[in-house]
């Protein structure tokens, strides 16, 4: 069954995406599951929405029917945790002046009580975590394939998850996002039989080739677009470390990484904010 019908997981939504009120531990456990049993008609597509893929959807309405036809989509970031607890506050306020109070407060839980910010959507799944979980739960038998990310980057971060446990891992290929190499792809992915396939085109990319290619994947069970999983599980880019995750800074530490970077960041850390309210006050002149 489709979890977007499974009332065990109600979505939430958060500016025209719907996102499932799960936690890692019950989409690992779902997932795990779908590996488990015979697949359904057409393999389990998995997006993380963060941020910037939210505000992506907001003018590139095909990405939003994209993710609205994914059988499962989980909050990638704790911007779309602090927006789905804000607007659900927001739902009451009846002036403009408390919901602006309201908003800094509530973005100030972010540091300060991150407990209430978690109190909606329970927690933060990023693609590269959940990968990670993926690959050292699965049986021992699952095929596991690997799509995506620069020249090479899926070999070495096939070979990197191997030192830690083994897998069957069927296929590493960097492929292409366009539409030239799909039917290529298509055979090359069918002719090793995978039950998992990652992909790393990095969004929205990597989702529309997921739509596009979905029926065509013949033994895949479960499909995930990973984003930049592939770069750091090959240690080509460095993530956080854990205290920036749990502050909710990751942002930060991309920055002064990858200082190029600046308006992704600028745009989910501030853009996006700043959109949440902007629709929350719409409904408030509405009412
Ligand atoms: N990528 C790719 N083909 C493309 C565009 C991107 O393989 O046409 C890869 C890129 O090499 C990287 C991944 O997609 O490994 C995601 O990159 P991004 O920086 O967007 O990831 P995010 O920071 O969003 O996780």
């Not at 393999?43 to 590139?60: C, Q, R």
């Not at 030192?163 to 090359?188: D, F, P, S």
């Not at 929205?204 to 997921?210: G, L, M, T, V, Y």
Request: proline share 5%; hydrophobic share 45%; glycine share 6%.
């Amino acid at each position: 069954m489709n979890p977007m019908q499974n009332p065990e997981y109600e979505k939430i939504d958060v500016l025209g995406v719907g996102f499932h009120k799960v936690t890692f531990d019950q989409a690992l456990t779902l997932l795990l599951q779908k590996l488990a049993h015979k697949r359904d008609d057409h393999p389990f597509f998995v997006a993380t929405p963060n941020p910037e893929m939210i505000l992506e959807s907001k003018k590139n309405k095909q990405f939003q029917k994209t993710l609205a036809n994914t059988d499962l989509n989980i909050a990638d970031g704790i911007g779309i945790l602090w927006a789905s607890y804000f607007l659900k506050k927001s739902q009451n306020i009846k002036s403009r002046f408390r919901m602006k109070i309201t908003w800094i407060n509530s973005l100030m839980k972010v540091v300060f009580s991150s407990k209430k910010i978690h109190s909606v959507l329970p927690e933060r799944v990023t693609g590269t975590d959940m990968m990670q979980a993926l690959c050292q739960k699965v049986t021992p038998e699952t095929k596991i394939f690997l799509l995506g990310a620069g020249e090479g980057v899926a070999k070495i971060a096939a070979e990197k998850m191997q030192k830690i446990r083994k897998l069957n891992i069927v296929g590493a290929y960097c492929g292409n996002a366009g539409t030239q190499q799909e039917k290529n792809i298509q055979k090359m992915i069918n002719e090793v039989e995978p039950d998992l396939l990652f992909v790393a085109f990095g969004a929205p990319k990597q989702e529309f080739w997921i739509e596009r290619n979905l029926p065509y994947l013949t033994t895949v069970k479960v499909i995930m677009g990973v984003g930049g999983a592939f770069d750091f599980i090959a240690g080509i880019r460095k993530r956080a470390p854990k205290i920036f995750q749990k502050l909710g800074i990751e942002w930060l530490f991309r920055l002064i990484i990858q200082p190029s970077r600046w308006l992704r960041i600028f745009n989910a850390t501030i853009k996006f904010p700043l959109t949440v309210l902007k629709v929350a006050q719409t409904k408030v002149s509405k009412k």
